[in-house]
C-alpha cells in the first residue's frame, strides 16, 4: 500500500547537536510538507516542496534546513540553532498542478525531545 | 488571505451525545474543505471532504456540510463513542496556493 513513512517515531538530542529526521513517500505525490506541532496547538509549517530540488520556506523556518534531492523523499534538519525543538513533526505529501480534491497525506509522526 | 477558525475546546461529551464541531473559513476563490483526525500520539488521517458548495462528506458515521452562503464546513455526528475522542482540525485548500490552510484544532473527549 502507498504511504509516507517517518522514523524515526521517537528521537532525542542532545543541546547542540543536529538531527535528521527522515520522511519517505511512494505516493508518487510531487509536493512534500513538514509540519511541527507543539502541545494543544495546531500546525505550523516549516518548510515545503513541490518540485525536486527546490523548497520554500514555510512560516518558521529558522533553525531547519530541508533537501528535495528525490521525488521520494524529503528529510528535515533540526540545526543546534533551533532553541527550542522540542515538539512533534509531521511530514505530509500532495498532489500539485491546481488539483485540490486529494488534500494531503500525512505520516505518523516523529517526536522530538531534547535532553 | 486564507484562514480557517474553529470553535475552541476542549469538548467533552457523554457517550451516544450529539456531536458539532464549528468551524468557518475566509478564501478567495473556490476551496475545498477537509476534515481531518489525529488520535493521540499518531499523524492525521483524512476523516471528509467536500469540494464544492452544498457537497456533504461523510465518513465513520461524520458528516460536514460544505455551505458557500455561510462559509461554513461544521462536523457534526449523530452519536459519539468513546472511541472519537480525539483532535479534530478543519482545512481548506486553493488551487491558487496549494497549500493547506487548517485551524486551530478542536479536542474532543468522550466519556463512557
Known amino acids: 500500500d502507498g504511504g509516507i513513512t517517518q522514523s524515526p517515531k521517537y528521537l532525542f538530542r542532545k543541546e547542540g547537536q543536529n538531527v535528521t529526521l527522515s520522511c519517505e513517500q511512494n505516493l508518487n505525490h510531487d509536493a512534500m510538507y513538514w509540519y511541527r506541532q507543539d502541545p494543544g496547538q495546531g500546525l505550523r509549517l516549516i518548510y515545503y516542496?513541490?518540485?525536486?530540488?527546490?523548497?520554500q520556506k514555510g512560516d518558521i523556518a529558522e533553525g531547519y534546513s530541508v533537501s528535495r534531492e528525490k521525488k521520494e523523499s524529503f528529510p528535515l534538519t533540526v540545526t543546534s540553532a533551533q532553541k527550542n525543538p522540542t515538539a512533534f513533526y509531521l511530514c505530509?505529501?500532495?498532489?500539485?498542478?491546481?488539483?485540490?480534491?486529494?488534500?494531503?497525506?500525512f505520516g505518523s509522526g516523529t517526536r522530538l525531545t531534547v535532553v | 488571505g486564507n484562514s480557517v477558525t474553529q470553535m475552541e475546546g476542549p469538548v467533552t461529551l457523554s457517550e451516544e451525545a450529539f456531536l458539532t464541531i464549528n468551524c468557518t473559513y475566509t478564501a478567495t476563490g473556490y476551496p475545498s474543505l477537509f476534515w481531518y483526525v489525529q488520535y493521540p500520539g499518531e499523524g492525521l488521517q483524512l476523516l471528509l471532504k467536500a469540494t464544492k458548495a452544498d457537497d456533504k462528506g461523510s465518513n465513520k458515521g461524520f458528516e460536514a456540510t460544505y455551505r458557500k452562503e455561510t462559509t461554513s464546513f461544521h462536523l457534526e455526528k449523530g452519536s459519539v463513542q468513546v472511541s472519537d475522542s480525539a483532535v479534530y482540525f478543519c482545512a481548506l485548500l486553493t488551487s491558487n496556493t496549494g497549500k493547506l490552510i487548517f485551524g486551530q484544532g478542536t479536542t474532543l473527549q468522550v466519556k463512557p
Open positions: 516542496s513541490q518540485i525536486v530540488n527546490d523548497f
Open positions: 505530509a505529501s500532495s498532489i500539485v498542478g491546481g488539483k485540490t480534491n486529494y488534500g494531503y497525506t
